[in-house]
């Protein structure tokens, strides 16, 4: 850990032992340090913890909530290469990509410490003379997070930035692959002034115990996920014991659609940033590419040519696109949607070269039809399946024959088309002749079985806020 220079992020190190949980390098295989454990009665002291500082916090002026997080947002920015440094040698993604994370990150905190201050009421014209009537927002209390680890420092600044700004306190579990930079945004909290017992990371022997612990404990008022659809039915389902709030940012599968009348060179460059982003191991990313078969071949060729261009290594290495995969059971899901895929027909543009360790080489699948396993199924790799299709009409029935509605993408020159496409894509968020979508200021969610709630923008404070309705008579 010598490319670390601010010591203090990685004062929460141990040493090994059974109370904490080793950390590996996915481009490597070698251990970085250790992170420690959280025992079950650790977390519910945390809880109660929780409670009181959030109590206290709740009382502080928006403004004085505002100038802490603000500070946060400063410490994120003069420790962008500290942090990147760590993100990429415990995930793996290239450091030009993890130093733009720590950046997309810091932009939530920066934009919630101002929305801190407009948490506005409102009056109601009341129905006779002797009443006022008038709504207020307050915090909801004490919040839970789980986060995932492929964006490991912005999906916990998306949650716990809204949270802090509404006055409630925020227990965090990170992905046990990806423990670290969590632990590190926390030491960032702390030295700007957020209270230690307001923000807290836990990380337990087995990530159920915890979920279990946040979805049933009845101090815990507001849970926030993000990561796969099936673990996010469950603790939807254990969290209506007691009628807990959610939001849930779950799986997605993505269509990127290419139109006869689209930029084909824009529709490329749109598709390499959308797909190979993070090696495809992005809940947004493009999974199925479908293409009007006027320009199919044009756009597989010049896909193909750039896709060739792509250099795969160890993220920490200056030149590198694509970095490892996080584990070996995901390479292996990854080979094996390729492996079906070929042996239903489908045909790589290039020979597969198999290789070494985590990573894995960078995939365009030509002739894929609609009703192939790797078209329904969310990759979280490096692979591009690419469908042929001849009318708008059999266009949209199978961007939207999913169970997820997460993302879309689609290029188009044609303005008629492009208002009719974009209402009719049942997803969350519609990228129009772009492949980057995400951003603070925009609310982003998904629809059907990709989620509920949006985090970012004006919405994202809503979800940590509760309205109160306030009557008075008598007047």
Aim: with cysteine; glycine share 8%; aromatic share 8%.
């Amino acid at each position: 850990m010598h490319l670390i220079n601010n010591k203090k992020l990685l004062s929460f190190m141990v040493s090994e032992s059974d109370n904490s949980i080793a950390v590996n390098n996915p481009a490597t295989g070698e251990c970085i340090g250790y992170a420690p454990i959280t025992s079950k009665d650790e977390i519910l002291d945390a809880i109660e913890r929780s409670k009181l500082a959030q109590q206290s916090w709740a009382e502080q002026p928006a403004k004085a909530r505002s100038a802490v997080l603000q500070q946060w947002y400063q410490l994120l920015l003069d420790n962008q290469d500290d942090l990147a440094r760590l993100m990429t040698l415990e995930q793996g993604k290239p450091l030009a990509e993890a130093k733009g994370e720590v950046m997309y990150g810091a932009s939530f905190i920066q934009w919630f410490a101002e929305e801190a201050k407009r948490t506005y009421g409102e009056t109601i014209p009341a129905p006779s003379g002797d009443k006022r009537l008038l709504t207020i927002r307050q915090p909801v209390g004490v919040t839970a997070a789980i986060t995932p680890w492929n964006f490991p420092i912005a999906m916990i600044t998306r949650k716990a930035a809204p949270a802090l700004a509404a006055g409630c306190s925020m227990l965090i579990k990170p992905a046990e692959d990806t423990p670290l930079s969590a632990f590190a945004m926390a030491e960032l909290a702390y030295e700007a002034g957020v209270p230690k017992d307001l923000l807290i990371i836990v990380l337990g022997k087995q990530a159920a115990e915890v979920g279990d612990i946040f979805t049933t404990h009845p101090t815990i008022r507001k849970l926030s996920f993000t990561g796969s659809t099936r673990v996010g039915r469950l603790l939807m389902q254990q969290s209506a014991g007691d009628v807990k709030r959610t939001s849930m940012e779950l799986g997605g599968n993505a269509p990127f659609i290419v139109f006869d009348d689209a930029d084909i060179d824009s529709a490329v460059a749109g598709a390499m940033v959308s797909k190979f982003r993070n090696a495809g191991q992005t809940c947004v990313c493009a999974n199925r590419f479908y293409v009007h078969s006027k320009v199919y071949d044009a756009f597989v060729s010049k896909f193909d040519t750039a896709v060739r261009a792509l250099k795969v290594g160890n993220g920490m290495q200056e030149g590198v696109n694509i970095g490892p995969v996080i584990n070996q059971a995901a390479k292996n899901n990854i080979q094996s949607l390729v492996d079906k895929a070929i042996e239903q027909g489908a045909e790589p543009t290039s020979s597969i070269e198999e290789l070494a360790g985590l990573y894995l080489q960078p995939v365009i699948l030509k002739n894929v039809k609609h009703n192939m396993d790797i078209v329904s199924q969310e990759i979280f790799g490096p692979v591009a399946p690419v469908i042929c299709f001849d009318t708008d009409e059999e266009l949209i029935e199978m961007a939207n024959d999913t169970i997820y509605g997460l993302a879309s993408y689609f290029y188009s020159q044609n303005v008629h088309r492009v208002w009719k496409v974009a209402e009719a894509l049942q997803y969350g968020m519609v990228g129009i002749n772009d492949g980057i979508i995400s951003t603070e200021v925009a609310p982003f969610g998904g629809v059907k079985q990709s989620g509920i709630g949006r985090e970012g923008a004006k919405q994202g404070i809503d979800e940590y806020m509760d309205i109160k309705y306030l009557c008075f008579g008598g007047n």
